[in-house]
C-alpha cells in the first residue's frame, strides 16, 4: 500500500515553477528548508525566511520547518555576541513572518535565539499558524556546542503540541533527539508529527541513520527534521533533513543538496498505536503496555543523574 509520495523536490532559487495539483485526500504537504543562514544578519535571514513561505505557499505546503536558530545563524563565538542578536518573542522585526503565513496558509516553524522576559537567552523553536497563533518551544536539553554554549535549558512548561487543520505537531529542538523521553512525551500528547528544526554538525550521522528511525518507530508518529547543509564559522553541518515515518520508513531524505523538500503524508498512520498481527494471537499495544511506576530511575531526582564513570 502507498501510504506516501514524494511530490516535488526543488530549489527555492528557481523562478516560474508550475505550481502542484491538489493534495491527496487524507494527505498533507510537509516542507524542510536545507539552507543556511547569514550569521548575526537577522534582516537577511528574515527576508530569506518569506521567501520560503511564499514559495511553500505557492507548492499548497501545509506546515514548513526551518533550521535550529535560522534567524541568527549558529556558530557564535561569546555570550554578549549571543545576547545582542536574540529576540523577544514579540519583537516587531517578527511580525512579516506572522503577515506571511496568514496571506499563504503554510504553517511555519522556525529557529530564534529567543530573549526571554527574565533575562535569560533560550534556543527556541517559534510556530506561527495561519489563524494568527503562535506557539514556542524552549530546547531543553543543551549541548556544549555554538550558541547552545551560552543559553538556559527551557522549562517554562509551554505547551510543546499544538493543533492544526490537519493534525496535531510537536515541536523538539536538535540534541534532545538524544533522549528518548522528549519525543516520547509529546506522542503520549498526542502528536502526530514532531517537527524538530537541527543544527546537526557532519560529525552526526548516527543520529541521522538510526536514532531519527527509532524515535519515530518506537512512538509510531512521523518525524520531520530540517538541518543545514553549509560551513558557517568553520563548522560544517551535516545537512540529512528528512521525514521519517512511523514503521521507520524514509519519506525523504535531503542529502546534502541545498532548496526546499517537499513531501505528502498521511498523519492518520501515526494514531494507529495498538498493532495487530494475529487477532486474538499477536497483538501490541505501543502505548497500553507500558508501565510508567516502573521507570523511577527514569525521573526520580534523589537517583544519580549519571553513571559515576561517565561525570
Known sequence: MQHVRIIDVFSSTLTGMPAPG????GTSRVGLVQRGSVLGDVAANIDSALAEIVSAGEQGVDLLIFPECYLHGYVFDDEDAVRRAALPLDDPALRPLRHAVSETGVHAVLGLLERGADGQVYNTALAFAPNGARHHYRKQHIPFMGADRFVA??????????????GRVGMMICFDLRFPESARELALAGADIIVMPTAWPASATLLAELA????????????????RP?????????????????????????????????????????????????????????FGARRPGSYSAITDPTLPAAPKENR
Open 212 to 227: 531519527t528511525r527509532v524515535r519515530a518507530w518506537e512512538n509510531r508518529v512521523f518525524l520531520a527534521i530540517a538541518d
Open 230 to 286: 553549509d560551513e558557517e564559522a568553520g563548522l560544517r553541518f551535516l545537512g540529512r533533513s528528512q521525514i521519517v515515518g512511523p514503521d521507520a520508513d524514509i519519506v525523504l531524505d535531503a542529502g546534502d543538496e541545498v532548496g526546499t523538500f517537499i513531501a505528502e503524508v498521511q498523519l492518520e498512520r501515526a494514531r494507529t498505536k495498538n498493532l495487530v498481527f494475529t487477532p486474538g494471537e499477536y497483538e501490541v499495544s505501543i
Open 22 to 25: 491538489p493534495t491527496s485526500p
Open 153 to 166: 535549558p527551557g522549562s517554562d512548561g509551554a505547551p510543546r503540541v499544538f493543533d492544526t487543520p490537519f
